[in-house]
């Protein structure tokens, strides 16, 4: 049963500290989205890959917040240095893509949620 | 990218009534279509549905249906006979995959 895997589920840590979340999309997958969800501001896209090249990060601070796709098979998602306000859920989600768009079905993994101290 | 509204922030509905969740999109891309997603409160992302532009007809999926009207540019999610487990948040989002805020639906015994 194929599936997004992230990790970790849950992570606290304090602030300053630098926090790492990866995503190993399905297999077969060509286009890989991170998300961060809060109460406030609802569901929030901060980057997208296709074919392990980023398109889009205008939704990340970047003085902060990297994503990047060492290989097929790994997301990542990097704060450093991590503040209070980065306290959410963090959700990748992958799916098969061609041309503009996105047309197929996005299969999301289950979330990390991140509590900075 | 696009702006997605969904007007409502709470819906109620009895349970086996039909319910319409409003979505609007100002799509600069005419070639994206539309997805419905659900989100119950263990947190799950779950795929419901997917309006393509091109698609002469209104997608279904079950008890899933859209009400998909180009020239308005809304694509409003019908949920028929509603169940319990239907409770949950409905988010709705173009080819681009940015959310709108969500509905909150909660079904009534």
């Known amino acids: 049963d194929a599936r997004v895997t992230q990790t970790p589920r849950d992570k606290v840590t304090e602030m300053g500290q630098e926090v790492t979340m990866r995503c190993q999309p399905i297999l077969g997958h060509n286009t890989v989205f991170w998300y961060r969800q809060t109460m406030m501001q609802g569901l929030e896209l901060l980057a997208y890959f296709r074919n392990r090249a980023p398109l889009d990060d205008s939704g990340m601070p970047k003085d902060r917040f990297s994503a990047e796709m060492p290989d097929a098979t790994l997301a990542t998602l990097k704060i450093q240095p991590s503040e209070p306000r980065d306290s959410a859920v963090y959700f990748c989600a992958s799916g098969l893509t061609t041309g503009q768009g996105n047309t197929g079905e996005l299969f999301f993994g289950e979330g990390s949620r991140l509590t900075v101290l | ?109």
């Open chain 2, 1 to 109: 990218a696009q702006k997605i509204t969904q007007t409502q922030p709470g819906m109620f509905v009895q349970e086996k009534e039909a319910v319409t969740l409003d979505c609007t999109y100002d799509t600069s891309d005419p070639s994206y279509g539309l997805f419905w997603y659900k989100q119950p409160s263990s947190g799950e992302m779950i795929f419901l549905i997917y309006q393509g532009s091109y698609d002469q007809q209104n997608a279904t999926e079950g008890r899933y249906s859209l009400n998909f009207q180009k020239a308005r540019k809304s694509a409003n999610l019908v949920i028929s006979a509603s169940q319990l487990g239907d409770s949950a948040m409905y988010f709705c989002a173009p080819g681009d995959m940015r959310f709108g805020a969500g509905t909150r639906l909660t079904v009534k015994p």
